[in-house]
């Protein structure tokens, strides 16, 4: 497996506190992404980035930002949380090498707001 | 906006069957197409990539097809088990790889011992 961890692996908040959500990766992929995973919803994305530093929105950023400091650690910051963000929160890495751009995914953070 | 359609959304056999799960897409312009699975409470395992370029991938039991000028992509599960019970997402990417997938939104599947 894809040595992907993400912390914590189940959160419960308060409406309006703010919540940072960790993706580490061992693998030293170039490309990380967050994802939001919803009933009837299936899987979106929210943000990615394409190195360190450099970030993009996805479908669903409104309320979301992310930070990239170290190639191995992506943030997701929820600055004000509210009860529409509850969900499960997936990270993904992948990497170019052989223009192939596979996605692994981590084992995924519960967030719940109440 | 690239929509991607996951047919049957559920689908229940018995053991030993052949079965078929189809992904359909409403852009042609993809760079690549990977099949996932997702068991419960879990995270997604990657089963399939396919590149643009590629018609079809194989691994084990599994097979997966695609036809890009028409949006279509079929997950072939030779000879089910009970173990194969799980969702099953097709996703796509798009631009040069890197701007993340975009979901159906998966096919539950039931293998009946």
């Known amino acids: 497996d894809a040595g992907i961890t993400q912390s914590p692996r189940h959160k419960v908040t308060e409406t309006g506190t703010p919540v940072t959500l960790r993706c580490h990766q061992t693998?030293?992929?170039?490309?990380m992404y967050w994802y939001r995973q919803d009933p009837g919803h299936g899987l979106r994305l929210i943000h990615y980035?394409?190195?360190?530093?450099?970030?993009d929105k996805g479908e669903v950023s409104d309320g979301y930002s992310v930070s990239r400091s170290k190639t191995e650690d992506f943030l997701l910051t929820l600055e004000s949380a509210t009860s529409s963000q509850t969900s499960v929160y997936f990270c993904?890495?992948?990497?170019?090498?052989?223009?192939?751009?596979?996605?692994?995914f981590g084992p995924g953070t519960r967030l719940t707001v109440l | 906006k690239q929509e991607v359609t996951q047919i049957p959304a559920a689908l229940s056999v018995p053991e030993g069957e052949n079965l078929v799960l189809n992904c359909s897409f409403t852009?042609?312009?993809?760079?690549?197409l990977q099949w996932f699975r997702q068991d419960p409470g879990k995270g997604l395992t990657s089963l399939l990539l396919?590149?643009?370029?590629?018609r079809e991938q194989t691994s084990g039991r599994l097979n997966a097809s695609l036809d890009k000028s028409s949006g279509r992509s079929t997950l072939y599960i030779a000879a089910s088990q009970p173990g194969d019970s799980a969702t099953y997402l097709c996703?796509?990417?798009?631009?040069?790889?890197?701007?993340?997938?975009?979901f159906g939104k998966g096919t539950h599947l039931i293998i009946q011992p």
């Open positions: 980035s394409y190195g360190v530093k450099d970030t």
């Open positions: 693998e030293n992929h170039r490309y």
């Open positions: 396919i590149q643009s370029s590629q």
């Open positions: 993904a890495i992948s990497d170019s090498v052989d223009r192939v751009n596979e996605q692994f």
């Open positions: 996703a796509v990417g798009g631009g040069g790889g890197a701007d993340g997938l975009t």
């Open positions: 852009d042609s312009a993809i760079y690549n």
